[in-house]
C-alpha cells in the first residue's frame, strides 16, 4: 500500500546509478543495518514504481501479499527443479497447479494433464519464452514431416520455406521469436478494429502454397497490448485444422479475464489451438515472473530440443515429467508455490472481484473521457484498457502531433505514468487500469 502512494515514474536521468555506488565491491562484508539504509537512497530512488496508484502503464504488474510469501519461500527453498527428481514436490505442485488454472479458466479438456490426450501445462518465465518455444516445436513437427514425405530434402530447405503468420497488432515478442527461430513473419492487416479474420489469413496461405512455402505456425492473440483488440479465433482455429497449422493463442492480459463467465466469450474457437498462453503475472495477483503455457500435445515441445545428459537421467523419468524439455532454460524456479498460495488465500471468488474491479474502473474512466469534449474513446473498452486521444478537425497527422505533445508533456510531469501506441496510423494514449492500487480516486485525478 505505501507503493501506492509513490510517484510512478522517479526523478533521474541515465546514469545516476554511478553515483551512487562506489566504484569496485566492498573488500569486508557489511551489515545488513548499512544495506538496509541504502536502499532508499539507491534502489528506491529509480524505480518505476508500476503499483503506483498513478501508474496506467503497459498492462499491470500482478502483485499480492500471498504471492509475495510464496515467493519468498521459493528463494529460501532453494529448489531447482529441472527433474522430477531434482524436486518432486516443485514438478507435482506445477502439474496440479496448472490443471487448477486450466479448470478455472474453463480451458478445453486437451490442455489437462491427465484429460483427454497427451496436453498439460508448464510455467514459462513470460509470453515471449512461450511463444518462442510453441515456434520450436512447430518448426520441429513441419520439418520431420517434410522430411518423411521427401528423405531427399534437408532440414534448411524445409526452413526455408516455412511461414509464421500473425497480425500486425501482436506483440513485438512474435517477431523477435520468428527472427530467433529462423523463420519468415508474415504480418497480416488486422484492419481499423485490430482484429484478424479468417478471410485475411486464408488468402495469404493460398498465396504462399502457390509460391512453394510451407505455412507452419499462427499465433493469435486476445488482448492486443496496444488497444486489447481479439483476433477471431473460430475463423482462424477452423482454417489451422484444415491446413495442419500450429495454431497459438497469446492472451497473455486478456486470458486472465477468462476466470470471470461473463468474459469467456472473447475466447470463443478456443477449442480449436494447439497452445495458449496467459501471464497470471499480469493481472491474476501472483508476482513475476509466472507465464502459464499449455500445449494439445506436449510430445512436441519436449521433443523439439531434447537432450540426454547422463548426470540428468533417473530411474522413473519414463513415468514422470521432466519440465526441462518444456522450455528453453534447463533450470527453473519453485513459481507454482505462487498460484498455490493465491489460490487459497484470494479464492476464485476473489480473483473474479479483482478482474471485475479492474474492468470497472476502466469503464468509469472512459465515462469521464466522454464527459470531455476535447477526447474521444478511440477503441471500444472492453477489459481493463481506456484508449484515447485529443480531438483536433482536420489531418490525422495533425491529431497525432498534438497527441504526442501531450505524452510528452505527461512524461515531463511525472505524476502519472503511461504509454502510446499506433494502429493504422492513428496514435493514442493507453490508459491500463485493474493494478493492486488503482482507484476511482486516482482516475479522477
Not at 510469501?69 to 514438478?91: E, M, N, R
Not at 492473440?221 to 479465433?233: F, I, K, Q, R, W
Not at 515429467?321 to 476473489?350: A, C, N, T
Not at 472481484?353 to 472512459?366: D, L, M, N, P, Q
Request: charged share 25%; glycine share 8%; with cysteine.
Amino acid at each position: 500500500k505505501e507503493v501506492g502512494n509513490r510517484q510512478a515514474f522517479p526523478d533521474v536521468e541515465p546514469g545516476f546509478m554511478r553515483d551512487l555506488l562506489p566504484s569496485d565491491a566492498p573488500k569486508a562484508g557489511e551489515s545488513w543495518e548499512d544495506v538496509y539504509s541504502d536502499i532508499e537512497r539507491v534502489v528506491m530512488k529509480g524505480m518505476t514504481h508500476w503499483n503506483a496508484s498513478g501508474f496506467f502503464g503497459y498492462f499491470p504488474a500482478a502483485s499480492s501479499f500471498p504471492g509475495l510469501l510464496a515467493d519468498i519461500l521459493c528463494g529460501g527453498a532453494t529448489c531447482v527443479g529441472f527433474t522430477w527428481v531434482a524436486s518432486p514436490s516443485c514438478t507435482e505442485m506445477e502439474t496440479v497447479m496448472m490443471d487448477w488454472l486450466a479448470k478455472a479458466l474453463n480451458l478445453p479438456q486437451c490442455f489437462i494433464h491427465g484429460g483427454h490426450g497427451p496436453g498439460g501445462g508448464v510455467i514459462q518465465g513470460t509470453a515471449s519464452e512461450s511463444t518462442l518455444i510453441t515456434l520450436i516445436a512447430a518448426r520441429s513437427k513441419v520439418i520431420s514431416r517434410e522430411l518423411s514425405r521427401d528423405p531427399n530434402l534437408s532440414m534448411y530447405d524445409v526452413l526455408s520455406r516455412m511461414v509464421v503468420y500473425t497480425s500486425n497488432c501482436s506483440h513485438s515478442s512474435v517477431e523477435r521469436a520468428g527472427l530467433l527461430a529462423m523463420i519468415k513473419i508474415r504480418k497480416l492487416d488486422a484492419g481499423r478494429e485490430g482484429v484478424l479474420r479468417g478471410k485475411t489469413l486464408q488468402e495469404a496461405i493460398d498465396e504462399d502454397k502457390k509460391n512453394n512455402k510451407i505455412p507452419t505456425f499462427v499465433c493469435a492473440t486476445l488482448g492486443t497490448t496496444s488497444c486489447c483488440s481479439y483476433d477471431n479465433v473460430d475463423e482462424i482455429g477452423r482454417i489451422c485444422e484444415i491446413e495442419d497449422i500450429w495454431l497459438h493463442i497469446d492472451a497473455a492480459y486478456a486470458g486472465t479475464a477468462l476466470i470471470c463467465p461473463e468474459f469467456r466469450h472473447i475466447a470463443d474457437g478456443i477449442q480449436r489451438s494447439t497452445s495458449f498462453n496467459f501471464n497470471p503475472h499480469k493481472w491474476l495477483m501472483v508476482n513475476f515472473d509466472c507465464s502459464a503455457l499449455w500445449v494439445r500435445d506436449s510430445s512436441y515441445l519436449s521433443n523439439s530440443a531434447k537432450v540426454n545428459a547422463l548426470y540428468l537421467e533417473h530411474e522413473t523419468q519414463q513415468t514422470t515429467i521432466d519440465y526441462q524439455h518444456w522450455q528453453i532454460p534447463l533450470e527453473r524456479r519453485y513459481r507454482s508455490l505462487k498460484i498455490w498460495f493465491v489460490l487459497r488465500m484470494v479464492g476464485i471468488d476473489g480473483l473474479q472481484s479483482h478482474i471485475r474491479r479492474g474492468v470497472a474502473e476502466a469503464k468509469y474512466f472512459e465515462s469521464l473521457v466522454r464527459k470531455d469534449e476535447r477526447f474521444e474513446i478511440v477503441f471500444p473498452v472492453t477489459l481493463g484498457l481506456v484508449c484515447l486521444k485529443l480531438k483536433r478537425p482536420g489531418l490525422n497527422l495533425e491529431e497525432n502531433s498534438i497527441n504526442k505533445e501531450l505524452n510528452r508533456k505527461i512524461q515531463d510531469d511525472r505524476r502519472i505514468h503511461l504509454v502510446p501506441s499506433t494502429v493504422h496510423g492513428i496514435y493514442f494514449l493507453r490508459v491500463a487500469t485493474g493494478s493492486v492500487n488503482c482507484s476511482r480516486q486516482a482516475l479522477d485525478n
